[in-house]
C-alpha cells in the first residue's frame, strides 16, 4: 500500500499525456527498448580498484537476456585480490546483472569493476552492441595471452639507474638491450604461458624454454646485454 501525504491527496488528477517509454539501446545488432533486466544483453569489460588503490580488477562479463552466462576475472596489485577473485568467478555466473550488483564480490576493486560495468551494459554501451547476436559464452577468453594468461606490463624505473623491462604482451622479460649510449633497443622474452604448455604436452623443461624464446626491437644489435632483475 502506498502511503500519499495529506498535499497530495487533495490534489485533483491531471492525466499524463502519451507514454514513451524507454529509449532503444543497441544490443547485439538491435535496438531494444529494456523494460526489465532479461531485456539486457551484452559482452563488456569494466575496471574498478579498492579503497586504498593498491589493486585493481578488469571483470568482463557476457549476459545473454539479463542472465550473467560467462565471466573473466582478471587481478593486479594484491595478493588478497587474486583469492577474491576465484570467489567472485564462482559467485557471477548464473545471476542476473542486477542480483550480481547487490552481491559482495569479495573485493572492493572487484565490486567497483561491477558498478562500472553494469553502467555500461544497462547504457548499451557493450563491446558487442553492434555485433549481431553478440558473441558465443567463451569469447572472453580471447582477451587473454598465450597459453591462457592475462596480458600484463611490469616495468619499473630509477632517476638513478634508469628503466627495468620486466613482463610485457610477449611474455617475461629475461634481458634487456642496451645501444651504445646505454639505451634499451630491445629485449628478449620468454613466453610462459605457451613454455608451461609444452611442457605439459611432454617436452623438456629446457626443450620447453628455448622453444618460446623471442625477442622484440633491435635486440641484437645491442652492445650490452642485461639481466633486468640482477643487473
Not at 523494460?35 to 580488477?57: E, K, R
Request: hydrophobic share 35%; net charge negative; glycine share 12%.
Amino acid at each position: 500500500m502506498i502511503n500519499y501525504s495529506h498535499e497530495v491527496e487533495k490534489m485533483c488528477v491531471v492525466a499524463k499525456g502519451p507514454k514513451h517509454g524507454p529509449a532503444p539501446i543497441p544490443e547485439e545488432g538491435k535496438w531494444v527498448k529494456p523494460y526489465q533486466i532479461a531485456d539486457i544483453s551484452g559482452l563488456t569489460h569494466g575496471v574498478g580498484w579498492c579503497a586504498p588503490q593498491q589493486g585493481t580488477c578488469k571483470l568482463t562479463l557476457n549476459v545473454k537476456d539479463g542472465i550473467i552466462e560467462e565471466a573473466l576475472v582478471e587481478t593486479l596489485g594484491c595478493s588478497g585480490m587474486t583469492h577474491s577473485a576465484a570467489m567472485a568467478a564462482e559467485i557471477l555466473p548464473g545471476k542476473t546483472l542486477l542480483e550480481a550488483l547487490n552481491t559482495d564480490l569479495v573485493c572492493d576493486a572487484i565490486n567497483v569493476a561491477m558498478r562500472e560495468l553494469f553502467l555500461q551494459i544497462v547504457y548499451g554501451r557493450t563491446q558487442t552492441a553492434f555485433s549481431e547476436n553478440g558473441l558465443p559464452i567463451g569469447a572472453g577468453l580471447e582477451d587473454l595471452g598465450k597459453g591462457l594468461r592475462s596480458q600484463v606490463g611490469t616495468i619499473f624505473s630509477t632517476k638513478a639507474k634508469g628503466v627495468r623491462y620486466m613482463e610485457m604482451a610477449e611474455g617475461y622479460i629475461t634481458s634487456l638491450g642496451l645501444d651504445a649510449n646505454g639505451e634499451v633497443i630491445g629485449y628478449q622474452f620468454v613466453k610462459i604461458g605457451k613454455m608451461l604448455e609444452d611442457i605439459r604436452h611432454g617436452k623438456t623443461p629446457d626443450e620447453a624454454y628455448k622453444a618460446n624464446l623471442g625477442q622484440y626491437g633491435r635486440y641484437d644489435e645491442a652492445v650490452k646485454k642485461i639481466d633486468p632483475r640482477e643487473e
